[in-house]
């Protein structure tokens, strides 16, 4: 054995015994504080012997913590992810009571309420001690997750890098800030709450910064969709009505993502952006990558390896990660308690209710996903895959109910650039080199309900249009919220149906569905997209009175010479003729009038599409769900995302202009337009150093039923630890 070989047998050894010595430390500690625990015979015992015993039962408890608790999880893998984050601490109270048993003369005694505290404060501590010694020893954390990649590549589990060492071309990870708009992030890295950030962008051979424009659906599910998969042709919204099969599309119910990935891949004829030894991570959509976790459309699958929650396995087989993530857990379901009662105290407006389970579903957006995901990105890395996507909701969750530019977001970002800081730490140490891209699907724009500042409900509004009977209290329209659509998947429970659209009150009357400040109206017995001459016919007061409502914008409504957009005090102005700044777009921007076009072309367009009101001075809008920071339509920075990239790859625009060259259209006031344009920009970055990307086959595509397939370079086996492997590394830096 080498010189070097020792120096690394001998700073292990050391950590092991630094971790030892704290936690028998701890144990002493806790047995003097606690009435119901201890560790001294009935006669009492010196300190020596007392110390001794506390040694035995921590080395005790550390062995079983390494040893039985991956087994012990992998067998509780049937058990929901969030039912087994709250046993943590009942599986951990087990794992010292067996250690206690342990301790030679049953010195070792405790209350299994009292283990339960016991077991969680040793695991922090001992996770704290190790993370402090990794910080100050890279190279360690480094060797561990290295080992790991190891075991998998030689099991045939996963690739390897191309060539040994840090050889052969870079690997790229793709980091997606959900909602975060570019106005967001320079903000926040200007003010020093992402340090990480602003590092890269100060940096004269780091990062460069862009915005882009989505399109008039400015949402997850859009723009997820035409980043991974190239095309998001024919989603008009967040959630939508389909009157052939008379049922509603959600972006973050699992079989509507799985069928929106079918037609997706079947429009293009390709995989998706990962489909060359990649991995997606926490998405809506698997993107044609082979290690999937948390992946929305694979909830609706099933079969060995289809579960969405394969992932969790991989992080909470380590009990260091699953103590520190409950704490963390809890610390954030306190906080966001804490945090709304000053909003109400203070009276600070706009607000809205943030009661009942939303708690626990930002404590799960902001905590659990976000640990969860880093380290999945964290092992892709050290296994040496080609590309990464990973999708980090928390800033989303909690600025829709906080707004985007509350001092609760802002605590969000400064959380997240930790995360970040820890991702790109440890490229540093990977088997191959890593450039990191940063990018976002939308932005947020602030903004009061539309209910809150006008006392009804767009479909309460509807109704009364069409002469309709109208409660009289207003009521709450449902949220869109992937945070809890993956809370009810991680439960085991359905996804939530959308009553007034299954089961109307009458088949003659509308549905009413909302995406954030974009509405959409359709007539479930009118077959095809109704025309503005038959919904005048049966209810000639709605559209005008939707037109000159104040909350309200403008309306897209199908003609019978042509689609038009109306306004207020009657503007009327046919989508063949929009123009920017002009008519009932004039407040929107750049753009919206191709946005509004493109959007009229789809076959699921809505009967009425409408979007609010837009401030172009306060850039506030009005949502029609309960959300002060909403997504979805026109109308301020909900539109404008954001793409970070090293230096090292061609500029966007450069390739949009070569594009143009080529006879692509000009986009509409220049710059990136459009998540299909983002994918086509990633996948060039990732044939710069890869060389190009394999489309699948075109045949089977068609009308082919994907829910029965794997897509292609799907994995069959989830990307979880065997039994003896060591269980994935916590994740230092990203606790609460």
């Known amino acids: 054995m080498g010189d070097g070989k020792w120096r690394t047998a001998g700073r292990a050894l050391m950590r092991v015994i630094a971790?030892?010595?704290?936690?028998?430390?701890?144990?002493?500690?806790?047995?003097?504080?606690?009435?119901?625990?201890?560790?001294?015979?009935?006669?009492?015992?010196?300190?020596?012997?007392?110390?001794?015993?506390?040694?035995?039962?921590?080395?005790?408890?550390?062995?079983?913590?390494?040893?039985?608790?991956?087994?012990?999880?992998?067998?509780?893998?049937?058990?929901?992810?969030?039912?087994?984050?709250?046993?943590?601490?009942?599986?951990?109270?087990?794992?010292?009571?067996?250690?206690?048993?342990?301790?030679?003369?049953?010195?070792?005694?405790?209350?299994?309420?009292?283990?339960?505290?016991?077991?969680?404060?040793?695991?922090?501590?001992?996770?704290?001690?190790?993370?402090?010694?990794?910080?100050?020893?890279?190279?360690?954390?480094?060797?561990?997750?290295?080992?790991?990649?190891d075991r998998r590549r030689r099991r045939g589990r996963t690739p390897g890098p191309p060539e040994p060492g840090r050889e052969g071309p870079p690997g790229t990870v793709f980091l997606q800030l959900d909602g975060v708009g570019h106005d967001v992030l320079v903000k926040a890295a200007a003010d020093g709450l992402m340090p990480t950030v602003a590092g890269w962008l100060a940096d004269s051979s780091g990062h460069r910064l862009t915005p882009w424009r989505t399109d008039w659906s400015s949402q997850t599910g859009a723009s997820q969709l035409g980043i991974l998969h190239g095309s998001n042709h024919d989603v008009p919204a967040f959630r939508w009505y389909e009157k052939e099969t008379?049922?509603?599309?959600?972006?973050?119910?699992?079989?509507?993502?799985?069928?929106?990935?079918?037609?997706?891949?079947?429009?293009?004829?390709?995989?998706?952006?990962?489909?060359?030894?990649?991995?997606?991570?926490?998405?809506?959509f698997s993107g044609g990558a082979g290690q999937l976790a948390l992946v929305l459309s694979m909830a609706a699958r099933r079969g060995k390896g289809r579960r969405s929650r394969a992932g969790y396995f991989a992080y909470f087989s380590d009990p260091a990660n699953a103590t520190r993530t409950a704490l963390s857990f809890v610390a954030e379901v306190v906080r966001e308690i804490g945090q709304s009662t000053r909003a109400r105290a203070r009276k600070v407006t706009p607000r809205i209710k943030r009661g009942g389970l939303y708690p626990f579903i930002r404590a799960f957006a902001t905590v659990v996903e976000r640990d969860v995901v880093a380290a999945a990105v964290l092992g892709d890395m050290f296994a040496g895959r080609t590309a990464v996507y990973a999708d980090l909701v928390a800033y989303d969750e909690v600025a829709h109910h906080s707004g985007p530019h509350s001092r609760d977001a802002e605590k969000v970002l400064e959380r997240l650039d930790r995360s970040l800081a820890l991702i790109a730490k440890i490229a540093d140490h990977t088997p191959r080199a890593y450039r990191i891209v940063l990018l976002s699907d939308h932005g947020q724009s602030p903004g009061e309900t539309f209910a809150g500042k006008y006392g009804l409900t767009l479909k309460d509004l509807v109704r009364a249009g069409c002469g309709l009977p109208v409660p009289r209290r207003a009521q709450r329209t449902r949220s869109a919220s992937e945070a809890r659509d993956a809370v009810r998947i991680a439960l085991h429970r359905?996804?939530?149906?959308?009553?007034?659209?299954?089961?109307?009150?009458?088949?003659?009357?509308?549905?009413?569905?909302?995406?954030?400040?974009?509405?959409?109206?359709?007539?479930?017995?009118?077959?095809?997209?109704?025309?503005?001459?038959?919904?005048?016919?049966?209810?000639?007061?709605?559209?005008?009175?939707?037109?000159?409502?104040?909350?309200?914008?403008?309306?897209?409504?199908?003609?019978?010479?042509?689609?038009?957009?109306?306004?207020?005090?009657?503007?009327?102005?046919?989508?063949?003729?929009?123009?920017?700044?002009?008519?009932?777009?004039?407040?929107?921007?750049?753009?919206?009038?191709?946005?509004?076009?493109?959007?009229?072309?789809?076959?699921?367009?809505?009967?009425?599409?409408?979007?609010?009101?837009?401030?172009?001075?306060?850039?506030?809008?009005?949502?029609?769900?309960?959300?002060?920071?909403?997504?979805?339509?026109?109308?301020g920075e909900q539109s404008r995302p954001f793409l970070l990239w090293p230096r090292g790859l061609t500029d966007p625009l450069d390739i949009v202009a070569a594009e143009t060259a080529e006879g692509a259209p000009v986009p509409p006031g220049g710059g990136l337009v459009g998540a299909e344009a983002v994918h086509r920009v990633l996948t060039r970055w990732l044939q710069e150093s890869s060389g190009p990307q394999v489309p699948v086959r075109a045949e089977g595509f068609a009308g082919a039923d994907l829910a029965d397939e794997p897509f292609p370079g799907e994995a069959s086996v989830p990307d979880a630890p065997v039994p003896g492997e060591a269980p994935v590394p916590d994740v230092p830096g990203t606790t609460t």
């Open 246 to 284: 008379r049922t509603v599309m959600v972006s973050s119910r699992p079989a509507s993502a799985l069928e929106m990935q079918r037609r997706a891949i079947a429009h293009t004829r390709d995989g998706g952006l990962l489909t060359v030894d990649g991995a997606s991570r926490g998405n809506l």
């Open 494 to 635: 359905p996804p939530e149906e959308e009553p007034e659209a299954e089961h109307p009150a009458k088949h003659s009357d509308p549905i009413v569905l909302a995406s954030g400040n974009l509405g959409l109206l359709s007539f479930p017995d009118i077959e095809g997209r109704a025309t503005r001459e038959q919904i005048e016919r049966r209810h000639p007061a709605l559209l005008s009175t939707l037109a000159n409502h104040p909350g309200i914008g403008f309306l897209l409504v199908r003609a019978e010479h042509g689609s038009v957009v109306l306004g207020p005090g009657g503007a009327e102005v046919p989508v063949a003729g929009l123009t920017d700044g002009e008519g009932p777009l004039a407040e929107f921007g750049v753009g919206a009038a191709a946005a509004v076009r493109r959007t009229d072309t789809f076959p699921h367009v809505a009967d009425v599409m409408v979007n609010s009101m837009y401030d172009p001075v306060t850039g506030t809008v009005h949502a029609f769900e309960e959300q002060i920071g909403s997504h979805g339509g026109l109308g």
């Open 19 to 149: 971790v030892w010595a704290v936690s028998t430390l701890t144990m002493l500690a806790l047995a003097g504080i606690l009435p119901d625990f201890q560790l001294q015979s009935d006669d009492g015992d010196t300190i020596t012997r007392t110390a001794f015993t506390a040694a035995w039962g921590a080395g005790a408890f550390g062995l079983l913590s390494a040893l039985v608790w991956p087994v012990l999880v992998r067998s509780l893998l049937i058990v929901p992810a969030l039912v087994l984050g709250a046993l943590v601490f009942f599986l951990n109270g087990s794992l010292l009571l067996m250690a206690l048993r342990l301790i030679p003369d049953g010195r070792g005694d405790a209350a299994p309420e009292t283990a339960v505290v016991v077991a969680a404060v040793m695991s922090a501590v001992a996770s704290a001690t190790s993370t402090a010694l990794a910080v100050r020893d890279d190279e360690a954390y480094r060797r561990r997750l290295s080992r790991l990649a």
